[in-house]
């Protein structure tokens, strides 16, 4: 079926190459679809026309050194213990230090498999401080919101995560007001849109007129999504179509959006290469206040720049590809990474590092 | 960071469903798809459910590629 797919692409690209001015990019707005695509080889197939763009989908490449760096501040908190998915180990804050070091220099640093690990490990450990690290996007969030109401429920005093949540809808919007942006189509994320649905990506086709595709994560589902897209870039008829329809219901999950509301609120979120931008994150709402680590910790976030020379900002803006970066490959590679697109092992920089394309 | 993988419910107790993963068995909760049932597919990330699959929505979909692709060959 796949080389059927491809064939359509092939025509799909020649005629709306003509529409876009000769090349067609379109980018994809998560970690797992960078992955996917990396890993199933298919870039090389692709028409020549077609350029596949890694937009700032993955989490732990769009949080900002600031908030790194109140990562490892927790983490060096005497007698706390930090409780993170694995992503979180190796990125280095400012200081040249990661959380696999502070944890070689006696830090508590543990990996969970969910936020509700991290909870049960608050009430076996009730004479220390458990705090969470929590960052992602709108399918992480909801998770975390879960598992702090059950921490509330039971009435754990020594839980608190790090609320640094960041929403798709509102970088989207940061990446197509920049006039020079040459974006042809979205591959929307299939998980997020699971949990927000359909609606929240309407401005897009409406505002900005450009094609947008949720897509599943499956070789086949990819193929398709692009070829949707291509489609709608050939009819010049933008609008926002559900190829992961299997699990992407019109509306999402409300029950998952109504306890995101009750936990968050949306807040000004600082995002890698960005800056600080308006209503585009999750801050703990006022009925769990209580939660917020770095309130609770007393941290101070720093506005601390990128390491220097890496490209990770540029490409997450669909700005430069990863062999763009004088570093890849060479001073930058995923045992000894730079910055977090190469640190991350969804990043854009680890994906091509890892599969050569 | 926003994998999810899709498991069959095989019992539910006290808001926790044993999920099956293709023969791996874990326990995840349901906090977030409270209408799930027993024998429902779910989509799992991080220890939650985040949407039940609609079986027949997934046949369409096998259903849908062969017939974008039934031209193929091979």
């Given amino acids: 079926m796949a080389a059927s797919a491809l064939a359509e692409m092939e025509q799909l690209c020649s005629a709306a190459a003509e529409r876009t001015g000769g090349r067609i990019n379109i980018m994809e707005v998560c970690g797992t679809h960078t992955m996917a695509i990396a890993a199933s080889g298919m870039r090389r197939l692709f028409p020549k026309e077609l350029r596949m763009l890694s937009g700032p989908g993955c989490p732990v490449c769009v949080t900002s050194q600031g908030d790194i760096d109140l990562v490892l501040a927790l983490a060096a908190v005497p007698g706390i213990i930090i409780a993170t998915f694995g992503d979180m180990l190796k990125v280095k804050g400012s200081n040249g230090l990661d959380l696999n070091a502070l944890r070689a220099e006696g ?7 969910s936020p509700l690990d991290a909870v049960e490990l608050a009430a076996s450990e009730a004479s220390r401080e458990v705090v969470f690290i929590g960052v992602g996007f709108e399918t992480t969030a909801p998770v975390v ?16 995560v790090t609320a640094f949540f960041k929403l798709v809808p509102p970088a989207l919007d940061l990446l197509l007001s920049d006039p020079t942006n040459r974006i042809s189509g979205f591959m929307l994320p299939g998980h997020v849109s699971a949990i927000i649905g359909l609606a929240p990506y309407r401005f897009v086709a409406e505002k900005y007129k450009v094609p947008c595709a949720v897509t599943g994560f499956e070789p086949l589902d990819i193929l398709t999504g692009i070829n949707m897209l291509l489609k709608q870039i050939v009819a010049g008829k933008p609008e926002v179509q559900d190829e992961y329809f299997r699990a992407v219901p019109e509306g999402g999950n409300p029950a998952a959006v109504k306890l995101m509301g009750e936990v968050f609120v949306t807040s000004d979120a600082s995002w890698r290469a960005i800056g600080t931008l308006k209503k585009s ?6 009925a769990y206040a209580s939660f917020d680590a770095v309130k609770r910790f007393k941290l101070k976030r720093s506005d601390a ?3 220097r020379g890496c490209l990770c900002g540029k490409i997450l803006l669909g700005k430069a590809l990863p062999p763009d970066c004088p570093m890849f490959g060479k001073a930058c590679t995923p045992s000894s990474a730079v910055g977090p697109c190469m640190v991350s092992s969804e990043g854009a920089c680890a994906a091509w590092f890892k599969y050569g394309n | 960071m926003c994998v999810a993988v899709p498991g069959k419910i095989k019992a539910i107790k006290a808001g926790n469903a044993e999920v099956d993963f293709s023969g791996v068995t874990r326990s995840v909760s349901l906090d977030l798809v409270p209408a799930a049932r027993k024998n ?3 989509l799992v990330h991080a220890g939650f459910a985040i949407q039940v699959l609609d079986p027949a929505d997934a046949k369409e979909t096998l259903e849908l590629f062969k017939e974008i692709y039934k031209n193929e060959k091979r």
């Fill in chain 1, 145 to 160: 919101a879960a598992a702090l109401a059950r921490a509330k429920k039971r009435g754990l005093k020594n839980f608190s």
């Fill in chain 2, 40 to 42: 429902d597919y779910v």
């Fill in chain 1, 305 to 307: 720049p990128e390491p």
């Fill in chain 1, 107 to 113: 830090a508590d640093v543990r990996v969970v498999y």
């Fill in chain 1, 281 to 286: 994150g999750m801050a703990l709402s006022p």
